[in-house]
């Protein structure tokens, strides 16, 4: 898999039962520690809410993913967030929905919708965008090799991260998953590098 769907940049949906308030908020993200800071950051501007329920899904494989029905009924928040990052095919995302409670209870058969809703109106708040697999590189070389690293840079369309440029060079980029072998033969030829993809 040389490309994956995520969203571009945040975005909010609602959801409106019985006088209950669903409000969800779709936020990208590149691994579970900037999935714990986007939800404290929501569980502290929306202290009052009942519930923070979420789901996220990370890597492009959706190997890393998590659910919660935070204190709702078993699977029925959590399970239907998650359900809609599976039928958009997103990954590298979070979705929570807060609730305020409206004073009618809804039955675990109307919070499957409401949550399932609350995420589907965030996520079609969103926009949708095709992101490339990257794989880290790190290369060290020594300064008159500079003219030939920085050649490869510009073919493979690489993405410099990190650079320390003295008789002993570090150099740290983002490669495109699709070019990752052909740029391994390249490396391979010239003198006096190491390099090493993550």
Do not use: W
């Not at 994956?4 to 990208?28: D, L, N, R």
């Not at 900037?34 to 890597?59: N, R």
């Not at 029905?69 to 998650?82: F, R």
């Not at 320390?164 to 391994?184: A, M, S, V």
């Amino acid at each position: 898999m040389n490309s994956f769907k995520t969203i571009k940049v945040p975005s909010e949906g609602i959801y409106k039962e019985k006088g209950s308030k669903f409000i969800s908020f779709a936020i990208p993200i590149n691994s579970e520690i900037q999935f714990k800071k986007s939800l404290a950051e929501i569980k502290k501007k929306y202290h009052d809410a009942g519930h923070h329920c979420y789901a996220f899904s990370i890597a492009p494989e959706g190997k890393l993913y998590r659910y919660s029905d935070d204190g709702e009924p078993n699977n029925s928040a959590g399970k239907p967030i998650y359900g809609q990052l599976l039928s958009f095919g997103v990954k590298n995302i979070t979705i929570i929905v807060i609730r305020y409670f409206g004073g009618t209870k809804l039955g675990v058969g109307g919070l499957i919708t409401a949550y399932k809703e609350a995420a589907k109106d965030a996520l079609n708040n969103a926009t949708i965008i095709e992101q490339e697999v990257t794989e880290s590189l790190s290369i060290s070389f020594k300064y008159e090799t500079m003219n030939s690293i920085m050649g490869l840079v510009k073919t493979f369309e690489l993405e410099i991260v990190e650079q320390q440029f003295e008789l002993d060079c570090i150099i740290k980029l983002n490669c495109p998953k699709r070019n990752k072998l052909q740029l391994e033969e390249k490396l391979k030829l010239i003198q006096n590098i190491n390099f090493k993809f993550k």
